[in-house]
Structures are given as structure tokens and as C-alpha cells.
């Protein structure tokens, strides 16, 4: 491709059009191995441009007077060496707007001394970047300049033609998008100084409408094009992650039409900060740039489809994860030398056979290959900044689906378990998912990845807790019924709380309606709610997986009816569905311990004459109603003379045993010979 437009420079209409990765995040910058790896896929794909920007690095931007070191001097050097061999044109950046003071002579020849010292290693193509700084200037500049842009335009010309009319040379404004334009790109009066101040052989960068730009339009392109006298060159943060460290972009390069080749300069592309998690950014913009080809002086249009792209990316990309012997991987070959006469050979795995299990002993772990949908899965999982991809937005609506129907999940209707098993089939491929690409060879890939497909397993593994309790298809997690969970049962940290605070947060979510808090009506039990506690008592039953040969406790008197609770000791909760809990209680228990043929009773109950039972739904995910159930019962039970309460669970109702746990007022009692086997007593003193 080549860069045709009319406001090209003389003598340079025929400059190759600008396409490649600049490296301009934020974080830790790539290894100079990683970079030279960058140059031979870019020359692999098509692209032809490396723009040196980390931020980060201290000689790039905050020490940028400060000339490199002999040992980085050859780093450098090799740098350099590398891209020309790969056909990669190098472009040294330097930021030197977060403190330069522009008047300063000494400053401008501090500036020309660093770049002069690159220049020595063989660089040819140079760019000064003034985004993201302060745009107010210093006293003395002010004096000299009468606007920041012309500080900006008079500094980059001067060092342009100090450098002889380099190759390329690009400018990074501060206002490098129409966001930042004021009023508008059209009436901004910085970007009209640059453009007709700056020397037409200064090509210019831009970010589009935004910072990350959902969309670059041709019309947008073109606008932009009239102010700065010249087309720009993209500098794009679509798979730019560095804003967000739980965020990761594998979707294709999308939402910028072909149209817009022959109206731009180049394009670059700044991606994720972790360089092996850029194989799908870089290879679809080679695809994107490929789509709008030179032949016969004209363009030929071949179409470009971002999903044709991310198939052709991901499937080169599987390729890689399959391999161990990429720059940095893992390497599993053995390599053994000859041992010398006076010295013991060196033990390897060379010689041995194999491990074979024996008759009865555990099979050897073998570990599934990764496959094609495993990758189209992990791209829906981490997409684009503006959208999820395709599975994703199917498990999000799902879960708003299965939530929204609650009382569905407890009539057990067929396309609430339909679609409850439709999310736990999916949420199980992200599973699975997860552990073949823990099993892939290349582990350079993985250890890019793995933060990321931990944090989405774990997410997805508590929605898919949820929705389970919600239908009572599994016994209920104590996770749901407490507000002290384990650090996984929530997410964010402090930055994730301020978030959730402030007025503007989730509004790009797919789901815009904030999360409410149930409403939860405590009253006291009446006879027509005999029914409905049956009914609960029946449904926890079987969600803990009892039957009904296991012994009785002396609460299932009072949760089946057979034992009416004491007066002003029972209360139920009801939430927008219906009963969906109760609290009951006998201040005092002889009679129930008499009845049930309990002989050992006796030293408990002189300590603790009252019995409590407590039990809530799993669509219950808020304890609050159960502690003041709890609270008001222990009230009615103290003011009746009592000396103590006690409880009885069984083992295996780990949410309930939570709970009492987390009251604080019930400790665990040393079992009765008389009682159950998988029975836990806990009880509570007044004082």
C-alpha cells in the first residue's frame, strides 16, 4: 500500500503506508528479545513499522536528557540491527513535555545531543510525543510563545531539519484526539497552529474520536485531515489494556472501515501491555492492512471480515501455544553430554523408562490438547474494550434471565432448568477452557495469560454457584449466606469499591440497571403459613441430600409441624415471591426431648432449656433477615425466664453451620452419646 492523497509531501507520495505496533503503554516495557521476536512476526505478516514509546522507560520520557548508558547503547544498537534485518522500519520516540521548558536554549540542545546519540546507532526515523502532559506553560515560555502549540510546532521544527530530514519523523500532539479539541477538531485552535506551522515532511499521530475509539469513520478521518493540512497516522488503543489491569483484548481489529487506507498516513497499533497476548491485535491489523492492496495505481478492494480475521489469528495463534520452543518458552528437550572418566554421569531423563501404574494405583494425568474453540471462547471471554464478544453476551443474558425468574427456580418450571442447564454447560466449557490452556506447552503464552483466565474462572464458578443454589440443584453454598465471605467471593479491592460508589459506574455494562438490594418483610408465623415452612423444611431437605431413614433432630418437630412453637417464638420472611424462611422456638424443650426418646438430653437442656430453628431458601443471599429472625426470637426466649438456646444441624447443612458460627453468640457443644452421629450441637448463655 502506499500513501497517494494530494496533501502528501513533495517528494514522498510514494512513502510506504505506515503500518505496525507502537509500544507506547504504560508498565513494563518488553524485552529487547521480545521486541526482536515483534520484528520478525511484523515482517512475517506485512507490516513494516516499530515505534519505540514505552513510558516507562526512564530515558524515554522522565530522565530524557539523560544519554544511555554504553551497556543500553548496545542493547539499542542491536535493537536497531534487528529491525532493519526484518525489514522493520525503527522509530526512536522521545517525551520530553513533562518538564522541558521550550524557550531554553539548553534545553532544545539537550534534546538534539539525545537524539544526535540514537541517530549514532543507526536510527533514521525519530518522533517527539508531547501527549498526556500538563498543558499550562511555564513563565518563561509564555514570554517567548504566544500559545502552547506553537512552543510545541517551533521546538519539532527545529529539531526536524537538525536532524537532516529523517526518514520519518512523527509529532504526537497533546490534543491527539477530538475529544481533547476545544470546541471541536474543526475549530480547535491548537490543532489549526500545528497544522500550518508544522513542516509538511512532520507526519502527525491521532487516536480517532477518543482516547480508545470505538469507532474511526472515514468522515472523522477526513475532518481532521482539513485542519492538520496533512492525513494522520492512527495511533490506535483498541487492544490497549494498561487503563485496566483485570482487562485483556483478544477480539480482531474491527470498526474501521478499509476506506480508510487511502486516507491515512498509516496505522499503528499500541496493544496489551503483556507482548506474548498480542498475537490477535497484531496478525488481524496485518489482515485489515493486506484488505486494501496497490495494483495497477489503483486500489484493489478484497473486503475485510473482523471474524474471518480472528479465525485466521487464532488458529496461527494455537500453532504457537502448542510450541515449546519459542523465544522464552519452555524448553523440554534433554541434552546430555559425555560424562568424563573421573565423574559420575549426569543423571537425565534419557535412559528411564517410563512410568506405567500399577493394578489398582492412579492413572497417569494426561492433559487434553488445546483446541481451536478453546481460543474463539477465550477471544469472546476478553474481547473489545466497547463489547463482549458472542458467548460472553449469551452467559451474561442467561444469568439477568435466570435471576430476573427466581420464583420460576423455585417451581422448578422446565425453561428455567432448560436454560439454568444451557449457563452451567457453558460456564463449565470456561472451566474446561482454563485447564487445557494451563496444560499448553508454551508457557511464556500462559504466564501472560493466567491472571486473566484465573480472575474470569473464578467469576464464572460464582455465578454458576448461584444460579445452582437458586434452583436448588445443589446443597447451598455457605458463601451465599454470609457477609464475611472468603477474598474469592467478591471482587474489585478498594479500586473496585470506589468504583461501585460513584455515580457513573457500569455504564458501559450490557445490563445498565444498577443491582438492587431485596426487600425482605419479617412477621409473626400464623396457622396458614404451616403449609409453606413444610414446604421449605421438605425443599432444604432434599438440597442437602438427607433421606428419610436418617434420625430425626428435635428441631424437624417444629419445622414439619408436629410440634407447634412456643407463643410469640415464631416468625417467618417473605420476600417479592413468598414465605421464603421462618424462625422457630420452644423456650422450653422437655416435652419435644420426652417425645423424640432422648435419655441424654438432660445435661443439655439444664444448661440450655430452649430450642431455636432457623432456615431460609437459597435465593436468600442476604443474611440480614435470618440475623434479625435470630435476634427477635432470642429477645422473646430471654424475657420467658430462660437460662440458654441451643440448636441442633447436621453435618452436612454447612450454610446453616455458617451462619451460627458468624452470629458470634453460639459455640459448638460436645455431642450427646444419645444423638445422631452427623448431629452438631451450638448453643448460647444468657447472661
Not at 477530538?178 to 475549530?187: G, T
Not at 501491555?273 to 497484531?282: D, G, K
Amino acid at each position: 500500500m502506499y500513501f497517494t492523497e494530494d496533501m502528501s509531501t513533495p517528494g514522498r507520495d510514494e512513502r510506504p503506508f505506515i503500518s505496525g505496533v507502537v509500544e507506547g503503554f504504560y508498565g513494563r516495557p518488553w524485552t529487547m528479545e521480545q521486541r526482536t521476536e515483534l520484528f520478525k512476526r511484523e515482517q512475517k505478516w506485512g507490516l513494516n513499522t516499530y515505534l519505540y514509546a514505552p513510558k516507562d522507560d526512564y530515558k524515554h520520557r522522565m530522565y530524557w536528557r539523560d544519554l544511555y548508558s554504553p551497556e543500553e547503547a548496545e542493547q539499542l544498537v542491536a535493537l536497531i540491527s534487528a529491525a532493519e534485518k526484518n525489514q522493520v522500519e525503527f522509530i526512536y520516540a522521545i517525551s520530553p513535555g513533562l518538564d522541558i521548558t521550550f524557550s531554553n536554549p539548553r534545553e532544545v540542545a539537550a534534546l538534539k545531543r539525545k537524539l544526535d546519540q540514537v541517530k549514532g546507532f543507526g536510527c533514521r526515523s525519530f518522533s517527539l510525543l508531547f501527549d498526556d502532559i500538563e498543558s499550562e506553560m511555564c513563565p518563561a515560555d509564555k514570554k517567548a510563545f504566544s500559545s502552547f502549540a506553537h512552543a510545541q510546532v517551533a521546538i519539532t521544527n527545529e529539531v526536524y531539519q537538525h536532524l537532516g530530514d529523517p526518514k520519518t519523523f512523527l509529532f504526537c500532539p497533546t490534543d491527539y484526539c477530538a475529544a481533547f479539541c476545544s470546541p471541536n477538531v474543526s475549530q480547535s485552535s491548537y490543532l489549526q497552529t500545528v497544522g500550518e506551522k508544522l513542516l509538511p515532511g512532520i507526519d502527525i499521530l491521532w487516536t480517532g474520536p477518543k482516547v480508545v475509539s470505538n469507532k474511526i469513520s472515514v468522515e472523522s478521518i477526513e475532518e481532521v485531515t482539513a485542519v492538520l493540512k496533512r492525513a494522520p497516522v492512527i495511533w490506535d488503543n483498541i487492544h490497549a489494556n494498561d487503563y485496566d489491569p483485570q482487562r485483556l483484548f483478544l477480539g480482531p481489529y474491527k470498526d474501521r472501515p478499509t476506506e480508510l487506507i487511502p486516507k491515512l498516513r498509516g496505522v499503528l497499533t499500541n496493544p496489551n501491555c503483556e507482548f506474548y497476548l498480542n498475537f490477535v491485535a497484531i496478525h488481524t491489523l496485518a489482515t485489515w492492512c493486506k484488505s486494501s492492496a496497490p495494483a495497477g495505481g489503483r486500489d484493489v478492494k478484497m473486503g475485510y471480515s473482523p471474524q474471518e480475521a480472528l479465525t485466521l489469528a487464532l488458529s496461527a495463534w494455537l500453532q504457537e501455544f502448542m510450541s515449546t520452543d519459542q523465544p522464552g518458552g519452555a524448553c523440554r528437550s534433554a541434552r546430555l553430554r559425555k560424562a568424563l572418566p573421573d565423574e559420575e554421569p549426569m543423571q537425565t531423563d534419557g535412559g528411564e523408562s517410563p512410568y506405567v501404574p500399577g493394578p489398582g494405583e492412579n492413572p497417569l494425568y494426561t492433559a487434553e490438547p488445546l483446541t481451536l474453540d478453546d481460543l474463539n471462547l477465550l477471544s469472546d471471554l476478553f474481547y473489545l474494550p466497547y463489547e463482549h464478544g458472542a458467548t460472553a453476551r449469551i452467559m451474561l443474558e442467561e444469568l439477568d434471565w435466570l435471576k430476573n425468574h427466581r420464583e420460576a427456580a423455585a417451581a422448578q418450571t422446565e425453561e428455567w432448568c432448560s436454560r439454568a442447564g444451557k449457563f452451567d454447560g457453558m460456564c463449565e466449557a470456561v472451566v474446561q477452557m482454563f485447564n487445557r490452556l494451563s496444560n499448553a506447552p508454551n508457557r511464556s503464552v500462559l504466564y501472560d495469560l493466567y491472571d486473566y483466565i484465573c480472575d474470569i474462572k473464578s467469576g464464572v464458578g460464582l455465578a454458576r454457584t448461584y444460579v445452582k443454589t437458586l434452583g436448588g440443584q445443589d446443597q447451598p453454598s455457605a458463601q451465599i449466606l454470609i457477609d464475611d465471605p472468603e477474598p474469592w467471593g467478591f471482587r474489585g479491592g478498594l479500586s473496585g469499591e470506589f468504583q461501585r460508589m460513584l455515580p457513573g459506574h457500569g455504564n458501559r455494562d450490557l445490563f445498565k440497571h444498577p443491582p438492587t438490594t431485596a426487600v425482605y418483610c419479617i412477621r409473626p408465623y400464623c396457622s396458614e403459613d404451616k403449609a409453606e415452612v413444610q414446604k421449605i423444611f421438605k425443599e432444604m431437605q432434599r438440597g442437602e441430600g438427607q433421606s428419610p431413614q436418617q434420625p430425626k433432630l428435635l428441631s424437624d418437630g417444629l419445622s414439619s409441624g408436629g410440634t407447634p412453637p412456643s407463643p410469640q417464638c415464631a416468625l417467618v420472611v417473605e420476600d417479592d415471591i413468598g414465605v421464603c424462611g421462618y424462625a422457630l422456638a420452644l423456650t422450653d424443650a422437655k416435652q419435644a426431648a420426652g417425645t423424640e426418646q432422648r435419655p441424654g438430653s438432660e445435661t443439655l437442656l439444664k444448661d440450655y432449656p430452649s430450642l431455636v430453628v432457623v432456615q431460609v431458601l437459597p435465593r436468600v443471599t442476604d443474611p440480614s433477615p435470618a440475623k434479625r429472625m435470630v435476634t427477635q426470637l432470642l429477645s422473646s426466649i430471654r424475657t420467658s425466664g430462660s437460662r440458654g438456646v441451643f440448636c441442633e444441624l447436621r453435618q452436612s447443612d454447612r450454610r446453616m453451620l455458617d451462619f451460627y458460627s458468624k452470629l458470634g453468640s453460639f459455640r459448638h457443644i460436645p455431642m450427646d452419646k444419645s444423638l445422631p452421629q452427623d448431629t452438631v450441637v451450638m448453643a448460647t448463655k444468657f447472661q
